[in-house]
């Protein structure tokens, strides 16, 4: 069974960081994409970064400058470190294997003063 575990989101301030981690259960993650993307309320789910097998990066224009995505193919993970975050980075934070359709069951985001 495939899972995705997201973990690291929480509640920050605008201008901070935070670092979302999500091992890959049960799948060599190593050899696909691995992606993350983001769902505001009342909002579409919006793509993020992603990363390919080979260490490629593509990033959503909204993100560009100030989230990385990074993976650590020994752990089967992925990763996306965010800073400089802003009110409107508000969301639940999906990771997901777009290709073989699996995806992760969220972790909220919340930007707030």
């Known amino acids: 069974q495939v899972q995705l575990v997201e973990s690291g989101g929480g509640l920050v301030q605008p201008g901070g960081s935070l670092r979302l981690s999500c091992p890959a259960f049960g799948i060599i993650a190593s050899s696909h994409t691995m992606a993350w993307y983001r769902q505001a309320p009342g909002k579409q789910r919006e793509f993020v970064a992603s990363?390919?097998?080979?260490?490629?990066?593509n990033y959503g224009d909204s993100v560009k400058g100030r989230f990385t995505i990074s993976r650590a193919d020994i752990k089967y993970a992925v990763y996306l470190q965010m800073n400089s975050l802003k009110p409107e980075d508000t969301a639940v934070y999906y990771c997901a294997i777009p290709n073989l359709g699996y995806w992760g069951q969220g972790t909220q985001v919340t930007v707030s003063s």
């Open positions: 990363i390919t097998s080979s260490g490629g990066t």
